[in-house]
């Protein structure tokens, strides 16, 4: 299966950096430090400067470094006569360093250890030269017969469902993306409120496969964000392969047939069929927004909207406006708007921790972009230490220690200094309206809930516009919000309500073997499967963002996706070259992962009885989260074990025989 783009040739990048020394020495002289020693140190190999600079690096990020400005300099200075001495010579430069070297430099870039387990998934992270270290290889020519009359239909056209379009088109397998929407981009497309942007560092909220230097901001927002989405459908070439403005209704495993039969519904109410040999849904869990039952909202007279279905019609510019919810839309809502509102009321259920980052408004500047465009390897190691700083780190603060016990308020002595830490933090903040500290910091501990981004929220909470009210809302009138009997006159409301999260893959109709549904298997809000991707009885189907696939305590959404996508196309290529019809996950080993994922999720702070989130059913079942760290769930997804699995044929379609073997584990 190989890659449908060239990869990026760092031979190529000296040269090109080489002819422009003007713009090369403006980079070198602005970008951070420590990637471009990591790009000196890999073009030269000089293993030495790791030793000079080891003991002032402290961690990922450009502001935990203390080299010395000398030192810098020297490293500045050498990597300019470097790159210029290289491309004088025509010399070919290695895509990647030695395995040893590789490890040392690692370890130096972040300023701590990085344990060997975690090096294989930092190298395909990494992505050396443009090379996407997670494609799946055919280990012998597929019968192109048999991949002509092969097809896979994928639902949604979102980063998850575009990164499957894209590794099923370089294996040249047929499919159809079906999409609901009337453009490609999912979520970054349904979603256009004010402020409405990334919370996880965005060099590293892209594909592992193409990288985008070009990020305006640390944390973008949802235009660039969408822009990186079309420009990879357009580049790969994947456009032509989705149905635009279709709506999955229902699908049907075919036992004799051993196919789907896939109904659709276009935008004009016409209806479709497609068969398909394999059905993929992409579609995420956060597509179908939760309106609150709140009594009279339904008659409320002016403009009502969801931040998910953003009404661009509506001016509220000097506008009473509602907002209902403090999540993570609302929380970048509020402050994007009450600048220009006559008045800002929120109502708020609970309280969010929320936390600073530094760099959450800083620019990219030009000269960071040009490195990474164009300086070897520099946007590489940029990106291997944002992922280290902003991963698994936090797992162990998220983790119960069933020794401590401070009345529930935290989990364990480093969740309890975070705690500390982030109320001086809004303290700070809040400054002399310590009126506000009650409403808006959580008893429950640190992560118990999605832990966000400060938008500028404690700020925004004391202009004189803006009001707070907790608890629940009583009721709304047409021309009001009444909350704890006080009337609150509106003429907008907004609603920050989150997503109907638990009730996944709702509203299509999936039936497997026998006809039972899934929704006859999970109830309305349970969904359970096998490394969050099959379910039993459930044959030729893969979830991408299923059940307990959601990441809570860092990394980026789209590190699963391309985890998920990878596992999607081993059990293909499994399929494909034993020539099986039919892949179906077992019982046994869907049961006994189940019983780990939920056992491991009972020591996580989601789990905190005292907590109401997203994340839980109504049973207070954790269904969204992942409990394992990022590097846990690489190895569970690296490998397709064929053992977990049942293949079959139709019958009377015999086998040929050097196909007669039996199962191995793949990989």
């Avoid at 999720?601 to 394992?628: C, D």
Wanted: proline letters at 6%.
């Amino acid at each position: 299966m190989d890659p449908s783009a060239p990869p990026i040739d760092p031979t190529q990048q000296v040269r090109a950096a080489a002819a422009d020394g003007a713009a090369l020495r403006a980079a070198v002289a602005e970008a951070d430090i420590v990637p471009l020693a990591m790009s000196l140190v890999q073009l030269t190999r000089r293993a030495e400067l790791l030793e000079r600079i080891r003991a002032h690096v402290t961690g990922g990020w450009d502001f935990l470094q203390t080299i010395p400005r000398d030192l810098q300099d020297e490293i500045r200075a050498a990597l300019v006569d470097t790159i210029e001495r290289l491309a004088a010579e025509q010399r070919t430069i290695a895509v990647e360093p030695p395995a040893d070297l590789l490890g040392r430099m690692m370890e130096v870039a972040v300023g701590q250890t990085v344990p060997d387990e975690y090096k294989p998934l930092f190298r395909e992270e990494m992505s050396f030269g443009g090379i996407d270290y997670r494609t799946v290889e055919w280990r012998t020519p597929p019968d192109r017969a048999r991949l002509a009359d092969f097809h896979v239909v994928v639902v949604g056209a979102g980063l998850s469902g575009i990164a499957m379009a894209i590794k099923l088109q370089e294996a040249g397998i047929p499919y159809t993306i079906i999409e609901k929407n009337d453009e490609a981009g999912g979520t970054w497309l349904e979603n256009c409120y004010p402020g409405c942007g990334v919370d996880t560092p965005c060099h590293f909220y892209s594909y592992a496969f193409e990288t985008n230097c070009d990020w305006s901001e640390f944390f973008v927002k949802r235009d660039e964000l969408l822009a990186y989405a079309l420009r990879c459908v357009d580049k790969y070439g994947i456009r032509d392969r989705i149905r635009f403005g279709e709506e999955v209704v229902r699908a049907d495993w075919d036992e004799t047939a051993a196919q789907w039969t896939i109904a659709t519904r276009r935008r004009d109410g016409s209806q479709a069929v497609l068969r398909a040999n394999v059905f993929v849904t992409a579609v995420g869990a956060l597509s179908r927004p939760a309106i609150p039952d709140i009594p009279g909202l339904k008659d409320f007279a002016g403009p009502r909207f969801h931040t998910a279905a953003w009404d661009k019609t509506v001016d509220l510019a000097g506008r009473r406006v509602a907002m209902i919810g403090t999540g993570a839309s609302g929380m970048q809502t509020g402050p994007s708007v009450a600048p220009s509102v006559a008045r800002l009321t929120i109502f708020q259920r609970s309280p969010h921790w929320s936390i600073r980052h530094p760099l959450y408004f800083a620019k990219v500047s030009q000269g960071v972009r040009w490195a990474m465009r164009h300086i070897p390897f520099y946007a590489n190691w940029f990106r291997f230490q944002l992922f280290w700083a902003a991963s698994d780190g936090f797992h162990a603060t998220l983790r119960k220690d069933p020794a401590w016990d401070d009345g529930g308020r935290t989990l364990n002595r480093a969740n309890a200094e975070l705690r500390a830490q982030l109320i001086a933090q809004i303290t700070a903040e809040l400054g002399e309206r310590t009126d506000l500290l009650d409403k808006v910091i959580p008893e429950y501990p640190p992560f118990g809930k999605r832990m966000l981004r400060d938008n500028g929220w404690y700020k925004m909470l004391q202009r004189p516009n803006v009001e707070l009210v907790t608890g629940k809302v009583d009721r709304v009138e047409p021309d009001a919000v009444v909350a704890h009997g006080h009337r609150h006159p509106v003429d907008v409301i907004v609603l920050a309500t989150g997503f109907q999260a638990a009730r996944m893959l709702w509203p299509m109709d999936i039936r497997g073997r026998d006809g039972v549904s899934l929704r006859d298997r999970w109830g309305d809000d349970d969904p359970r499967a096998h490394l969050g991707l099959t379910v039993p009885g459930f044959p030729n189907f893969y979830m991408i963002y299923g059940p307990n696939t959601n990441l809570a305590h860092g990394g980026s959404a789209i590190f699963h996706s391309e985890c998920q996508v990878r596992y999607v196309m081993l059990a293909l290529r499994e399929m494909i070259e034993q020539r099986a019809d039919v892949v179906a996950v077992r019982t046994a080993p869907y049961e006994a992962y189940n019983a780990r994922l939920d056992a491991a999720l009972a020591q996580m702070s989601w789990a905190h009885p005292g907590v109401t989130n997203w994340y839980k059913n109504k049973r207070g079942r954790v269904v969204m989260n992942s409990p394992w760290r990022l590097v846990d769930y690489r190895n569970l997804t690296a490998e397709f074990d064929t053992s977990e699995y049942e293949f079959g044929r139709i019958a009377g379609r015999a086998a040929p025989a050097s196909d007669r073997k039996p199962a191995r584990r793949a990989g």
